[in-house]
């Protein structure tokens, strides 16, 4: 069977890698999500990757009134990079050719981003972990993942999320919220549902790049929507 996406841009959350302990790595739920993602590297799908850094610090929430709007976001990059080269570490133990590269130049760590070099990568068939988010403050990893994917001609944004579609209320709080299968970009920006950020939204729809969020609860998600299966909702 054939994957439905031949490049893809996987956005993961810090706090998934945390698992129920919220804070820190919990490499039991690390090691199944990268299971998964050997399994779409066996496929052939060539996959990038932003993760966040909100298992560690949530920059502007962690520092909002404490410190400088710019700096507290600085530390949230730094945040990324310690979950970014976690999940690099077991993907390499799992055999599966990966490179990390930064935003933010630590030559010593990781490779900076070229977006050149990083395609290059994607060809070879190596995972591209992405880094520090955009590089620059006031950007959330939601925004740094549209980039990512517009400058790397990805057929599509993964969001694997904590809820398992989008739903027209916080199902939580408004029970038999209606889910949607399929909602447009400006729907999600009129309505101010909470798929990513406004900017991210925009950049996303400016670009022409549907995104489809699902539960990462069973990381065979992942799999499951490269294949095609419908599952979650899609936004276009």
């Known amino acids: 069977m054939e994957p439905k996406y031949k490049r893809v841009l996987l ?8 698992g129920s302990a919220t ?82 130049q630590m030559r010593e760590i990781a490779e900076p981003y070229i977006r050149l070099k990083a395609i290059h990568h994607l060809e070879k068939k190596r995972i591209v972990i992405f880094a520090c988010g955009t590089g620059s403050p006031y950007f959330s990893t939601d925004t740094a993942a549209v980039l990512r994917a517009a400058e ?5 944004i993964l969001l694997a999320k904590n809820i398992d579609g989008v739903y027209e209320a916080d199902p939580k709080v408004v029970p038999g919220a209606k889910k ?13 549902l909470a798929v ?17 969020l699902f539960a990462l609860e069973d990381p065979e998600n992942i799999y499951r929507v ?6 979650g909702t899609r936004v276009h």
């Open 11 to 18: 956005k993961l959350s810090g706090e998934a890698l945390a």
């Open 23 to 104: 804070r820190g790595l919990d490499f039991d739920i690390i090691g199944k999500i990268c299971d998964v993602l050997k399994k779409c590297n066996d496929a052939g799908v060539e996959m990038g990757i932003v993760i966040g850094g909100g298992n560690f610090w949530r920059g502007v929430k962690d520092g909002g009134g404490r410190m400088e709007r710019t700096r507290a976001d600085h530390m949230g990059m730094m945040a990324t990079v310690l979950n970014c080269l976690a999940v690099a570490d077991v993907l390499e133990q799992n055999g599966v050719p990966v490179r990390v590269q930064t935003a933010i």
């Open 152 to 156: 790397i001609n990805a057929d599509a």
């Open 180 to 192: 949607f299968d399929e909602i447009t970009y400006t729907d999600v920006l009129t309505r101010r």
């Open 196 to 212: 990513m950020d406004s900017t991210a939204t925009s950049l996303s729809m400016d670009n022409s790049i549907p995104i489809l």
């Open 226 to 231: 490269i294949m095609g299966e419908k599952i």
